[in-house]
C-alpha cells in the first residue's frame, strides 16, 4: 500500500566495492502530489528511472528529493567503466595521468 503522506529524512552509507563508496539520501515533505526530484553522478544517469519507479509503487504524495553521491578512491573503480568515458580518460587509465581522488555528486 502506497503511503498516503509523509514529511522525512533517510541517509544510508554502503561500499560498492574497496574503491567505491555511496551515501543515498532521501528528504520528504508533504505535497499535494508526488513530486520527485533527484541529485544524481552523471554515470548514474540509467539509475533514476529504477528509482523513479519504485518510489512511484511506493509512494503517493509528497515532495521527494532523492540525492546519491559517489566516491572513488581511486583511478581502479573508474577503470570498471571501460576507457570510453570521460572518467576513466581524466582518470589516467586510459592514457592522460590526472592524480587524486575523485569526488563525484550529482
Known amino acids: 500500500m502506497p503511503l498516503r503522506s509523509m514529511t522525512g529524512f533517510a541517509q544510508v552509507a554502503g561500499q560498492v566495492d574497496p574503491q567505491l ?4 539520501s532521501l528528504k520528504s515533505v508533504n505535497h499535494r502530489f508526488l513530486d520527485l526530484h533527484f541529485r544524481l553522478p552523471s554515470d548514474a544517469d ?3 528511472m529504477k528509482l523513479r519507479r ?8 509528497g ?6 553521491n559517489l566516491d572513488y578512491a581511486s583511478a581502479g573503480a573508474i577503470a570498471l ?3 570510453g568515458t570521460a572518467r576513466a580518460r581524466r582518470s589516467g587509465v586510459c592514457g592522460t595521468r590526472e592524480s587524486g581522488a575523485h569526488s563525484h555528486t550529482g
Open 46 to 48: 540509467g539509475l533514476e
Open 54 to 61: 519504485m518510489l512511484k509503487e511506493k509512494l503517493a504524495r
Open 63 to 68: 515532495h521527494v528529493e532523492v540525492t546519491l
Open 21 to 24: 563508496t555511496f551515501v543515498l
Open 81 to 83: 567503466s571501460g576507457c
